[in-house]
């Protein structure tokens, strides 16, 4: 097991301080959850775990990427780009026992530590393959995957690498035919870096939504907003599929809402998108 820094209990399980390959994991316990734990990579919250009940997502956005996923993933093998506690691979590989999830974690020690404290499951359902996400995703083959989540933060903030039309272009390539392409992005009231993104992926993907709680949407707080894209359709405002979704999202603490394609396209109107040639924002 990872060396926990001096002053953790020996006793306490998982709880305690490690040593990752890019700073600190610090396990805690839930205060308000007997057997939980809040993972926190370099002070930031990253994944909350509850041992042996793989369904329980007590952060929103990912009940709401899970919500999006369940409704519209063409497919059983997904590829998570960030892994943290792998929250979201546990959760597909348990209620889809024949899924493949491939987890791209740039802290290598962090993917070894999450396998030692928790019961992520093994490979091929859950594979935690250390590497830079933008990397990886450039090599992978023409079709590889058929859902791509992006759920990387510096901080709060996503690297622009993984922001840019180019990228887009290397994920859709390593999708199928009509793959679907998620993205957590989290964003400032003014929803710029959102809007930029979603004008990227317009250029690349056929369809893009997006789905947040009402508050963000209307620039009130910084917050998650959830990037959907891909070539196949996306559920028009109004059909039993944008239905599904929406019923889905108003089941948690904080309700969510789906925004179809139009919307989305009203949304972004006037948006540029980011490039690689371009200088920092």
Known sequence: MGRKRAGSRANAGPVGTYEISTGTLEVEADPFRDGAYVLNINGVPSSHIVPGQPRELEFEYMRWIAAAVEQLAPGRRLVHLGGGGCSLPRYFADIWPDSHNTVVELDSRLGELVRELFDIPKAPR?????????TVTEGFPPGRCEVIIRDVFAGNTTPRPLTTVEFFR????????????????????????????????????????????????????????????????????????????????????????????????????????????????
């Not at 859950?126 to 933008?134: D, N, Y």
């Not at 964003?187 to 939504?209: M, P, R």
């Not at 709680?213 to 059909?239: F, H, Q, V, W």
Request: charged share 20%; glycine share 14%; hydrophobic share 40%.
């Open 126 to 134: 859950v594979k935690i393959r250390a590497g830079e996400a933008r």
């Open 170 to 281: 290397h994920a859709h390539t390593a999708l199928t035919p009509g793959g679907l392409y998620v993205a957590n992005c989290g964003d400032h009231s003014d929803l710029q870096g959102a809007k930029a993104e979603l004008a990227g992926l317009a250029e690349v993907y056929a369809n893009v939504a997006v789905i947040a709680d009402p508050p963000m949407l209307k620039g009130r707080r910084y917050g998650n907003i959830i990037l959907l894209a891909s070539d196949g359709e996306l559920p028009a405002e109004g059909t039993a599929a944008a239905g599904g979704i929406g019923k889905l999202l108003l089941s948690g603490a904080v309700p969510a809402h789906y925004k179809d394609p139009i919307w989305t396209r009203a949304f972004y109107s006037g948006a540029s998108p980011r490039r690689d040639a371009a200088g920092p924002d």
